[in-house]
């Protein structure tokens, strides 16, 4: 059949994955995952000079990559007939409804899946996190629909977007950018709320993150879960060389088959069948060299527990290693501590030992006190335990500056 130009006519549509189009999207959603913004992957395409399947003037931009991350096609799931258009009886024009979800369509497609599911349930995890990051719409805005930070999602330090005050529960920021920058309650600074202490962004990094060395990231800890995981791993390849050995038993049964259908073309007998047969046969030989490479590689290079140096030379360095990848590095401190409240400390007579211990245990007779010099500092409740941001070498805040001011 002929077109209407006098071209063939199409019959049908094929679909296949174009490699080079795959390894871009597969790039996207591994920059996402990893917690990069929507904004920084389009920059980082565009500086590579990556093409568009379009051959867009301006690139790669941030709505084409949402749609991306959030089309089920590169899991195998195609859906047909969630719309359809509908004409306005007074405008005349054409709008697109949704239907019911009784009447939509929904196939499978094994052979065109990009990405897998465990990428594509993180990426949905992280469309939930980073929602309402971005400005509301008006209309959402009616139905209480309100928007959030864009820095609890795309933090630019270890703890943004992680502290609050315990005063008034707001937020603490950066106040200034002095030195490294000061936290201080965001409600403060508005005069809504009484806490007016700044504690250097440093130091509160510096603290628990020091903390968390010492009470979970400890030698002892990881050593136990790095054997752990080697014993566990260890006893789910037990079965590998038994695998290996009737993969290799089927291969050479099919190298046999391959052989006889050999013999019987060159005699001088081809058909159809025979030829199917051999193609059939040739995959599936070629699939079980693949696995049987794979079987050898976890044979051979299977997990060992790291040594005990390693792991203390890697814990040295935490601190540079988190702050290599600012953005993931916060958010899985999000995940590991949740919300960290700091609490400030004005009162002459609680000390960090009266905050931590409580003042039944330490405010006796015997305990000492050191009534001269003190200076306001902060008490940060977290997961791991409630911690003094206050150590001998800087003790105290610019309080009296900001109250001076």
């Not at 999000?334 to 003042?359: A, C, N, Q, S």
Request: aromatic content about 8%.
């Amino acid at each position: 059949k002929l077109n209407r130009k006098g071209k063939p006519k199409y019959d049908g549509m094929v679909h296949k994955i174009n490699p080079e189009e795959a390894d871009i999207v597969k790039r996207a959603y591994k920059e996402f995952v990893d917690g990069k913004s929507i904004a920084k992957i389009a920059g980082s395409l565009n500086e590579d000079k990556i093409p568009t399947k379009r051959g867009l003037i301006g690139g790669w931009n941030v709505s084409t990559l949402s749609k991306i991350l959030r089309n089920e096609k590169y899991v195998g799931q195609w859906i047909w007939r969630r719309g359809k258009n509908v004409r306005d009886p007074i405008s005349g024009k054409l709008k697109k409804v949704p239907r019911p979800e009784s009447e939509a369509i929904s196939s499978f497609r094994e052979d065109l899946i990009i990405i897998d599911k465990e990428t594509w349930e993180k990426a949905q995890k992280r469309w939930k996190e980073v929602d309402r990051a971005w400005p509301v719409k008006r209309e959402l805005k009616t139905t209480g629909t309100t928007q959030r930070s864009y820095v609890h999602t795309h933090p630019t330090h270890l703890f943004a977007g992680l502290l609050r005050c315990k005063t008034c529960g707001g937020a603490i920021v950066l106040m200034s950018g002095k030195g490294g920058g000061y936290y201080g309650c965001y409600n403060g600074g508005r005069k809504s709320c009484n806490n007016r202490l700044l504690v250097p962004r440093r130091r509160v990094e510096e603290i628990i993150i020091s903390d968390l060395q010492n009470k979970i990231l400890t030698v002892e800890n990881l050593e136990y879960i790095y054997k752990k995981v080697e014993a566990l791993i260890s006893k789910n390849l037990n079965g590998v060389p038994e695998e290996l050995k009737k993969k290799r038993l089927q291969h050479e049964r099919l190298a046999s088959e391959i052989r006889h259908y050999l013999d019987y073309v060159k005699v001088g007998n081809f058909s159809k069948a025979v030829s199917d047969a051999l193609r059939e046969a040739e995959a599936k030989s070629e699939e079980l060299k693949v696995e049987m490479g794979s079987l050898e590689f976890q044979k051979k290079d299977s997990f060992k527990a790291p040594p005990k140096e390693w792991i203390s030379h890697r814990l040295e360095r935490l601190r540079e290693t988190l702050n290599k990848n600012t953005v993931t590095s916060a958010l899985a401190l999000k995940e590991l501590l949740g919300d960290t409240y700091l609490e400030p400390v004005v009162e002459k007579e609680l000390r960090p030992k009266d905050i931590i211990e409580g003042p039944e245990i330490a405010s006796g007779p015997s305990a000492p006190r050191n009534d001269g010099g003190f200076r306001p500092y902060y008490v940060a409740h977290t997961k791991i335990q409630t911690l003094a941001l206050l150590d001998d070498e800087h003790k105290g805040s610019n309080w009296y500056c900001w109250r001076r001011r």
